[in-house]
């Protein structure tokens, strides 16, 4: 599995691509890199803070330092898209779908990223 690593002004480049492409140009969004101990909880690769009434939201994306702690795959940009997408889904979040709602944003990033990534290739 390869790893996909960015510096933190590659990360504000994605951020505005994706806040674009995923149109949550609405909100106030800011991403920064942090280390595993400023998470919320072990084995994650990202976290994302919101205010759902003033569209204004916080991302933590995991530092590369910490990938060897994580069991996930270690691709940046897939991370902030479904931390994004988090955003999409903020009005139904709720403990009782969590799992659910978790895996289907999963699965959207990765197949958002990869026919981008897809489609720059052919360009």
């Not at 933190?8 to 942090?34: A, F, G, H, P």
Request: hydrophobic share 40%; charged share 30%; aromatic share 8%.
């Amino acid at each position: 599995m390869e790893q996909i690593i960015l510096s933190e002004e590659q990360l504000q480049k994605k951020l505005s691509y994706w806040q674009n492409r995923l149109r949550l140009k609405d909100w106030d969004i800011t991403v920064s890199i942090k280390r595993m101990s400023q998470f919320s909880s072990d084995n994650l690769q990202g976290e994302c803070e919101w205010v759902l009434q003033s569209k204004v939201a916080r991302i933590r994306i995991l530092d590369p330092d910490d990938f060897t702690h994580s069991i996930l795959t270690n691709d940046m940009e897939e991370c902030l898209v479904h931390e994004l997408l988090h955003l999409h889904f903020a009005p139904f979040d709720n403990e009782k779908n969590y799992m659910v709602q978790e895996q289907a944003i999963e699965a959207i990033a990765k197949a958002l990223v990869e026919t981008d990534r897809l489609n720059s290739k052919i360009k």
